[in-house]
């Protein structure tokens, strides 16, 4: 078993999650995360805030985020770790890659509204950290607090997925480009929560051979979305394909999500953790001042 408490994926207000970088730094500090990433949805706003507040609490850090992408007919999750911030490609696809998403939220609203569902494009907003980046976690906020449903979890499986009221199909990032962007900008990928795709085991495997063909070198394999089962089963997909192994509690809120930031399952001593290629990264944060990421 690896030892070290990382907690590499989740969400601050800079994109879905309810608090702020400096808040989720304390919350996971006091759980004893040792290594952290915030990894916000196609968002690098909030990583020298984060940077910030786990060096001043002596956690360390590696920046983070979790790139949309789609791949054969299904929305996946690509976490990308330390990278440098100021990379222009990177910044000029995150932008990309986040730019339809006003257009898309009206377009949802519409979609609940002929269900008898009024304001929910004004509502959801009122749930906004950033404006660039109003997703489908807020309209299910919003939905909680008008009564539709009784938790966010409910709003998904009724409104917000394929073949419900509010959805509404996206066209993300593809995947090539968005491995693409993290490599370039000196960091590893990563395919998050793998379990949660919907895919047949030809897809998958197709996913997984395109991404290494890619330059991915990543898998999260403990993950708050995973069972027992699927962290055994990836955990072998990992040592199959020779990926570097990840863990992430996808935190998003104290209210809402299941994982506690650092209460993961340990990685299986037979991986390869993803912080054992990254140590030059870490290293470097540790080293520079300030804000200087
Ligand atoms: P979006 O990027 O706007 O499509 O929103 C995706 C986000 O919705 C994910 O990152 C999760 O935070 C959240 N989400 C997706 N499915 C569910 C679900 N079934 N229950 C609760 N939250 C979900
Ligand atoms: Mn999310
Ligand atoms: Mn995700
Ligand atoms: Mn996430």
């Known amino acids: 078993m690896h030892l070290i408490n990382a907690d590499l994926h989740c969400h601050s207000h800079v994109s879905d999650g309810t608090l702020s970088p400096e808040a989720l730094a304390e919350r996971a500090h006091a759980r004893g995360v040792a290594l952290w990433s915030l990894t916000d949805h196609d968002e690098v706003g909030g990583q020298h805030r984060a940077r910030d507040a786990a ?26 770790l330390g990278f440098d911030t100021d990379d222009a490609a990177l910044q000029a696809g995150l932008a990309a890659t986040r730019s339809g998403r006003r257009e898309r939220a009206r377009e949802m609203a519409a979609g609940l509204a002929q269900v008898g569902i009024a304001g929910a494009f004004e509502g959801a907003l009122r749930y906004v950290g950033n404006p660039d980046l109003i997703s489908r976690t807020h309209f299910a906020r919003f939905m909680v607090e008008s009564g539709a449903c009784t938790d966010t979890h409910a709003v998904f499986r009724r409104y917000l997925t394929a073949g419900n009221p509010g959805y509404v199909p996206h066209q993300w990032a593809g995947l ?37 063909a890619h330059g991915g070198l990543g898998l999260e394999v403990v993950t708050g979305s995973h069972s027992a089962a699927e962290q055994m089963r990836y955990t072998d997909t ?16 104290p209210d809402e999500s299941r994982t506690e930031l650092g ?17 030059h990264r870490i290293q470097r944060a540790r080293n520079r001042p300030l804000a200087a990421v």
């Open 55 to 80: 060096l001043a609490l002596g956690m360390d850090y590696l920046t983070g985020t979790e790139i949309s992408v789609s791949f054969a007919g299904e929305t996946v999750h690509i976490v990308g």
């Open 176 to 212: 090539g480009a968005a491995v693409r962007w993290i490599r370039e900008a000196g960091g590893v990928a990563v395919i998050a929560h793998p379990g949660r795709y919907r895919f047949t085991p030809t897809e998958e495997y197709a996913l997984i051979t395109e991404f290494i």
């Open 238 to 253: 990992a040592l199959e394909f020779g990926l570097l192994a990840s863990r992430g509690s996808d935190f998003h809120s």
């Open 263 to 279: 209460s993961l399952p340990g990685l299986s001593g037979r991986l390869t953790p993803v912080w054992g290629a990254l140590q």
